[in-house]
């Protein structure tokens, strides 16, 4: 064991002097949760996750998508389960979990989950004609009467098994300059599979950089989680915006190219 100790040694200088997100080192961000190691969540909604010294959540309007995003609650446990009460085998993508139902079927994954937050954001809203999505054929689902939980639900479920992120990503307009980035945006790469990941949280400093946190569900249907940073660990779960073509995620990789906004 004791001639294991410089390798490791040297491991860990490597890792803490290589930068994963191209312009920052990492050591460069004073953060104070820099990816807590509990299975017990300390944070009751996403509002409350600690920012990097320096650091300012963008200022949002109270009936905002952004706001209403920030206000969602957070599980006490970190676990991941799939819609079949069953643990997701991968455990190491989550910081921790938002307190929204997966439901008990294969339904709501991971382009599901981002047209649930916003319906959710729409039905608390009163917005209800603004609830409509497409699928890939362009075939519309418009929310009706009676606006009930159980008719949304019900409607929900319909639109999960009609919907995806083929038909998601034509209903969503490009973010031209990946610098814009705004809470609820979406990452999303359409396709059968594809996948999306909605910017639940951004946070702003002085100088005007900026940071970012994704959440997700996943395959087969799964809670929605916040991502970690696989990239920059001290940063996680946050994420800079910085120069980099590639966004790494825990379990897929985007482009600055496929940013999307309602």
Request: proline fraction near 5%; glycine fraction near 6%; include cysteine.
């Given at each position: 064991?004791?001639k294991?100790?410089?390798?490791?040694?040297?491991?860990l200088?490597?890792?803490?002097?290589?930068?994963?997100?191209?312009?920052?080192?990492?050591?460069?961000?004073?953060?104070?949760?820099?990816?807590?190691?509990?299975?017990?969540?300390?944070?009751?909604?996403?509002?409350?996750i600690?920012?990097?010294?320096?650091?300012?959540?963008?200022?949002?309007?109270?009936?905002?998508?952004s706001t209403?995003?920030r206000?969602i609650?957070?599980?006490?446990?970190?676990?991941?389960?799939?819609?079949?009460?069953?643990?997701?085998?991968?455990?190491?993508?989550?910081?921790?979990?938002?307190?929204?139902?997966?439901?008990?079927?294969?339904?709501?994954?991971?382009?599901?989950?981002?047209?649930?937050?916003?319906?959710?954001y729409?039905?608390?809203?009163?917005?209800?004609?603004?609830?409509?999505?497409?699928?890939?054929?362009?075939?519309?689902?418009?929310?009706?009467?009676?606006?009930?939980?159980?008719?949304?639900?019900?409607?929900?479920?319909?639109?999960?098994?009609m919907?995806?992120?083929?038909?998601?990503?034509?209903?969503?307009?490009?973010?031209?300059?990946?610098?814009?980035?705004?809470?609820?945006?979406?990452?999303?790469?359409?396709?059968?599979?594809?996948?999306?990941?909605?910017?639940?949280?951004?946070?702003?400093?002085?100088?005007?950089?900026?940071?970012?946190?994704l959440?997700?569900?996943?395959?087969?249907?799964?809670?929605?989680?916040?991502?970690?940073?696989?990239a920059?660990?001290?940063?996680?779960?946050?994420?800079?915006?910085?120069?980099?073509?590639?966004i790494?995620?825990?379990?897929?990789?985007?482009?600055?190219?496929?940013?999307?906004?309602?």
């Open positions: 064991m004791e294991k100790a410089p390798i490791i040694l040297l491991t200088l490597i890792t803490a002097c290589s930068s994963g997100t191209g312009s920052s080192p990492e050591n460069n961000f004073n953060h104070p949760v820099a990816g807590f190691n509990s299975d017990e969540n300390p944070y009751r909604q996403i509002s409350q600690p920012l990097p010294v320096g650091y300012e959540r963008t200022i949002t309007d109270s009936n905002s998508f209403y995003l206000k609650g957070l599980k006490k446990n970190s676990t991941v389960y799939l819609y079949n009460g069953r643990p997701k085998q991968n455990q190491s993508a989550q910081f921790a979990l938002l307190d929204i139902s997966v439901g008990d079927k294969d339904l709501q994954q991971c382009a599901d989950a981002v047209m649930r937050l916003r319906a959710e729409l039905f608390a809203q009163k917005q209800f004609n603004q609830i409509i999505f497409f699928d890939n054929d362009k075939t519309a689902y418009q929310f009706s009467a009676p606006y009930t939980r159980d008719h949304f639900s019900n409607y929900l479920n319909r639109v999960f098994g919907c995806g992120s083929a038909s998601l990503t034509k209903q969503l307009n490009t973010v031209n300059n990946f610098k814009d980035i705004q809470s609820g945006d979406v990452m999303i790469r359409g396709g059968f599979p594809g996948h999306a990941v909605i910017v639940i949280d951004v946070a702003e400093n002085s100088s005007g950089n900026k940071i970012y946190m959440a997700q569900s996943y395959m087969p249907a799964q809670d929605i989680h916040i991502l970690k940073n696989p920059n660990k001290n940063l996680s779960p946050w994420y800079e915006v910085n120069d980099e073509f590639i790494e995620t825990p379990e897929y990789s985007f482009t600055r190219n496929e940013l999307k906004r309602w």
